[in-house]
T-cell receptor, first 109, second 112 residues
C-alpha cells in the first residue's frame, strides 16, 4: 500500500462545477500536509497548506481529518485554468515530503 | 532569486552510459530533494539532504544511483550504468523546512 493515496481520476467537469479530491495517508506520525498543483510538463508548485481547522483560499478549501488520516481539496466554481494535476503531500517527521500519485482535473467549457 | 536551477533540461543517452544531473538550490534553503517522476509511479522521493548531509536515501532504486551534495549550492545525481527503465523526469527541489518545496524545471532523461 502506498503511503499517500489519492483518487486516480481523471475528473472531467464543466466550467462552474464544484469538484472534490480526496487523499489518505498511512503514517499517523505525519506532521503537516499540503496540496500542490502540477501543470502538464511543468514542475509542481504549492497550492495551499492544509490545517487541522480547515482553511480556505478563494475558491479552494482544504480540510484535514487526523483521526481518519484523510485530506480533502474542494474547488468551487471551477475555471478552465484549474485544469491540472493536484498532488497531495505529506510531511513526515524529519522533513521527508511524500507525494501522492496525483489526480488529474480537466475543466471543459 | 533565480529559483532552483537544474541541468541538463533534456538528455538522451544510450544504455550503459553514465548520466550526471545537476542542481543548484535556492540560496538559504537547508533542504534539498531529488525526485523522479514517471507516468506509472508518479513522483518518487529518491533522496534528501539537510545542510548538505544525506538524511534518507531509502528511495534510491539501486547501487547504480548515487547523489552528492559537496556544498550548500550544488548537488548531483549520478546514474552509472544507465538503463532504459531509468527514463523519467528527475526533479530537484529545495525548501527551508516549512514544507513549501520549490522545484526546478526538471531534467528529462531518455535512455535508449
Amino acid at each position: 500500500r502506498k503511503e499517500v493515496e489519492q483518487d486516480p481520476g481523471p475528473f472531467n467537469v464543466p466550467e462552474g462545477a464544484t469538484v472534490a479530491f480526496n487523499c489518505t495517508y498511512s503514517n499517523s506520525a505525519s506532521q503537516s500536509f499540503f496540496w500542490y498543483r502540477q501543470d502538464c510538463r511543468k514542475e509542481p508548485k504549492l497550492l495551499m497548506s492544509v490545517y487541522s481547522s480547515g482553511n480556505e483560499d478563494g475558491r479552494f478549501t482544504a480540510q484535514l481529518n487526523r483521526a481518519s488520516q484523510y485530506i480533502s481539496l474542494l474547488i468551487r466554481d471551477s475555471k478552465l485554468s484549474d485544469s491540472a494535476t493536484y498532488l497531495c503531500v505529506v510531511n513526515r517527521e524529519g522533513g521527508k515530503l511524500i507525494f501522492g500519485q496525483g489526480t488529474e482535473l480537466s475543466v471543459k467549457p | 532569486d533565480a529559483g532552483v536551477i537544474q541541468s541538463p533540461r533534456h538528455e538522451v543517452t544510450e544504455m550503459g552510459q553514465e548520466v550526471t544531473l545537476r542542481c543548484k538550490p535556492i540560496s538559504g534553503h537547508d533542504y534539498l530533494f531529488w525526485y523522479r517522476q514517471t507516468m506509472m509511479r508518479g513522483l518518487e522521493l529518491l533522496i534528501y539532504f539537510n545542510n548538505n548531509v544525506p538524511i534518507d536515501d531509502s528511495g534510491m532504486p539501486e547501487d547504480r544511483f548515487s547523489a552528492k551534495m559537496p556544498n550548500a549550492s550544488f548537488s548531483t545525481l549520478k546514474i552509472q550504468p544507465s538503463e532504459p527503465r531509468d527514463s523519467a523526469v528527475y526533479f530537484c527541489a529545495s525548501e527551508t523546512g516549512s514544507g513549501e518545496l520549490f522545484f526546478g524545471e526538471g531534467s528529462r532523461l531518455t535512455v535508449l
